[in-house]
């Protein structure tokens, strides 16, 4: 079974540019979620989808970020206009469909994209 | 609100010695707590998971860690160091399906 992918796996941009970044979730996984790490802080929690909706997007640095899963499979995250300091990784996570309130639910991780804005 | 706390950004220790890194945790409802390991140039690969079947939880690579509620506690540990531990180790709490909390990492160093 395949795991979670994402693309690209490096992107240097220039400040103000505009950039995509795509993750494919593991086959049949509901949920998507993005996280963040920027140098030398933790990983921090961006948003998490179910199927095409968004559950929770709390984590949202600003309007300058916009995620979508149209259709419910692979998601993409779009930053317009890239600032320096959304320079960092961003790693996608999936995992399957809800069971009881509470009940864990592991979250597989993709390998990252290292973003870099100069 | 959940949260955890990593002691130690950075640790060494001399390949064949004991590997200990410390976790603690805040979280107002019983949480799962994960390790998960960053080998260089890779993904964040989970180590293993307490999910209240056992307080004691065995992972991959000969790691374990001991959940100890008392001390609100879950340090990862394992007997003897291998050159090839030489990673980031991030410690996380989550409840069910929601987004998980990572702490800051430790970057733990294996000296040959």
């Known amino acids: 079974e395949a795991g979670v992918t994402q693309f690209p796996s490096h992107s240097v941009i220039e400040k103000g540019q505009t950039v995509t970044l795509r993750c494919d979730p593991i086959?049949?996984?509901?949920?998507l979620y993005w996280y963040r790490r920027v140098m030398g802080k933790e990983i921090k929690f961006l948003l998490h989808?179910?199927?095409?909706?968004?559950?929770?997007e709390s984590g949202m640095p600003n309007n300058r970020f916009l995620a979508e899963r149209t259709g419910g499979t692979y998601s993409t995250l779009k930053v317009q206009p890239a600032e320096l300091e959304d320079s960092g990784v961003y790693f996608c996570?999936?995992?399957?469909?809800?069971?009881?309130?509470?009940?864990?639910?592991?979250?597989?991780f993709g390998p990252g994209t290292r973003l870099t804005v100069l | 609100a959940q949260s955890v706390t990593q002691l130690g950004s950075h640790v060494s220790v001399s390949e064949g010695a004991l590997v200990l890194l410390r976790c603690n945790y805040s979280s107002s409802v019983p949480p799962y707590l994960f390790w998960y390991v960053q080998y260089p140039n890779q993904g964040l690969q989970l180590l293993l998971k307490?999910?209240?079947?056992?307080?004691l939880v065995k992972g991959i690579n000969g790691f374990e860690a001991e959940f100890k509620k008392s001390e609100t506690s879950f340090h990862l540990t394992k007997p003897s160091a291998h050159m090839s531990d030489a990673a980031e180790y991030f410690c996380a709490v989550s409840r069910g399906y929601q987004k998980v909390t990572f702490g800051t990492g430790t970057k733990l160093q294996v000296i040959p």
């Open positions: 086959s049949g996984h509901d949920n």
């Open positions: 307490y999910t209240s079947a056992a307080t």
């Open positions: 989808f179910v199927k095409e909706s968004k559950q929770d």
């Open positions: 996570a999936s995992s399957h469909r809800n069971g009881s309130a509470g009940e864990l639910n592991e979250q597989f």
